[in-house]
């Protein structure tokens, strides 16, 4: 269970680093390429999604971790 918590946190921080560099990404194309505005708030929300299943995994994990 330990594993599965700590895989579970690894890939959490990847995939904030990834929405932190798409964070800067969307900045950047507000000001000098709006056409790309779409496809990157979209690959944003599906990394959150990513992001939210990776949190729930870690908790599942973490709290039976706990109980074992």
């Given at each position: 269970m330990r594993h599965a918590a700590k895989k579970a946190e690894e890939k959490m921080a990847g995939?904030?680093?990834e929405i932190a560099a798409l964070d800067v990404a969307l900045a950047k194309a507000a000001v000098?390429?709006?056409g790309k505005l779409a496809e990157l708030s979209r690959?944003?929300?599906a990394t959150q999604e990513a992001l939210d299943a990776?949190?729930?995994a870690w908790l599942?994990?973490?709290e039976a971790a706990e109980t074992a």
């Open positions: 995939l904030t680093a000098e390429q709006p690959k944003r929300a990776a949190e729930a599942e994990a973490a």
